[in-house]
């Protein structure tokens, strides 16, 4: 045990703070929750670089480097940021990961257990690893699978890429203490990787941003959203699994309704060549941290989009925030899968099918011709955050999660190796 009387642990997360989209707000929260209630806490993290998908200015040419945030020490090492996905140059991102964070272990001490964050391979694998080297559990919690998401995300090779990164992931799992899983829908193939289900456990996300706080009129004064038009906002990252041109299809199709994406990512650029000329289309950088949920309880709509060949089990961190804003959801997405289960249990929004911008401006127009009802489906987000989705219930459940872990669960299955 740690010297001041509480737990050394180590948790790790390829993305921490300062990243404010993806799975980095958690692992933020997490280490920091931790740290609150009197652990030492260590975070072994890679340089900021998501969503935008390039090193943050800050930290370019730094090979290590330690700060400590919110009484969280974190350890930081270099590896490539690929500015285009594709198979080869993911794997090169999560080798280059996985080799510098082995070659160059945090100096903690020996910590009393290893929590890690995926879909990252690579950190998953180092987890597991020192958890090994230690003697200590090893509590993985999955936000996605890279498996999954390797065929589904539109990267080229993502075929062979899927095969490698499911015996990864399957190896990585089976030698955990305790899986935790973000959504129901991961508990059977996270089972069919073969971790037997009393060792899985259901940790979900919660909405990590604050309610808005400013009068809606005086946020869409500030960014010019002029009374009376119908502004559709998708926040997060720009990528492919994302399939945003539906989005810029929509602006295409309907002049009268402002469609405005808000982030950064590798397909920012393409998205701006596809919709170069359209005055209702706007781009706008991800908002400061203060001022994200104004932003979004600021627009009419606001919008989750996926692929139509996507069935993601994982739930994208905006769809938290979005419910927390109080604005109705129109999710283009598969009607299976995570995202589409959380849009109906919530029913703080609508679903419709995927890439399919005249079914997505339907939706837009029916709400924006009732704004009472608009505004009693929105109103459900926050009720809806309050009841399952508190930042509170969440890391209590990720405390749990670790104390069961170090409390002993059932035996670890023979030969489960790393």
Request: aromatic share 4%.
């Amino acid at each position: 045990m740690a010297d001041h009387g509480g737990r050394r642990l180590l948790l790790v997360s390829t993305n921490y703070a300062p990243e404010q989209a993806g799975i980095g707000p958690y692992a933020t929260q997490i280490a920091e929750h931790l740290a609150a209630e009197g652990d030492e806490v260590h975070v072994l993290a890679g340089m900021p670089h998501y969503p935008a998908w390039r090193t943050d200015p800050a930290y370019r040419g730094v090979w290590r480097t330690e700060e400590r945030r919110e009484g969280v020490l974190i350890h930081r090492r270099r590896h490539t940021v690929p500015a285009r996905q594709t198979a080869v140059r993911r794997a090169l991102y999560e080798a280059s990961i996985l080799a510098h964070s082995l070659a160059a272990p945090p100096r903690t001490g020996r910590p009393d257990a290893v929590l890690a964050q995926l879909p990252s391979l690579a950190g998953g694998v180092v987890g597991a690893r020192l958890a090994r080297r230690y003697g200590v559990p090893y509590v993985p919690v999955v936000q996605d699978l890279m498996g999954a998401a390797a065929v589904q995300s539109g990267i080229r090779g993502g075929g062979r890429a899927a095969a490698a990164a499911g015996r990864v992931e399957s190896h990585v799992l089976r030698c955990a203490t305790l899986v935790g899983v973000i959504h129901e829908t991961f508990v059977d193939k996270v089972a069919a990787m073969g971790v037997p289900r009393e060792r899985i456990r259901l940790v979900p996300n919660w909405s990590h941003v604050a309610r808005p706080s400013r009068p809606r009129a005086e946020m869409r004064a500030r960014l010019g959203w002029r009374e009376g038009r119908t502004v559709v906002l998708h926040s997060g990252n720009m990528g492919l699994k994302q399939g945003l041109e539906v989005l810029v299809e929509a602006a295409r199709q309907d002049p009268a309704v402002h469609v405005v994406l808000m982030g950064d990512g590798n397909q920012r650029d393409h998205l701006r060549s596809l919709g170069a000329g359209l005055p209702n289309l706007h781009f706008l950088p991800p908002a400061e941290e203060g001022e994200f949920p104004d932003v979004l309880a600021a627009a009419d709509v606001l919008a989750v989009t996926q692929r139509a060949s996507v069935l993601d089990m994982s739930i994208p961190s905006k769809l938290t925030s979005y419910f927390a804003a109080g604005r109705p959801v129109v999710a283009s997405v598969a009607d299976r899968g995570g995202t589409a289960a959380e849009v109906l249990r919530s029913e703080a929004g609508v679903l419709v099918p995927p890439e399919n911008p005249s079914a997505l401006l339907a939706a837009v127009r029916k709400l924006a011709e009732d704004p009472g009802a608009a505004d009693a489906l929105g109103a459900r987000g926050p009720e809806y955050v309050d009841a399952h989705l508190s930042r509170e219930a969440g890391l209590a459940r990720i405390t749990g999660l670790l104390d069961e872990a170090l409390q002993g669960p059932p035996a670890r299955p023979r030969g489960a190796r790393t």
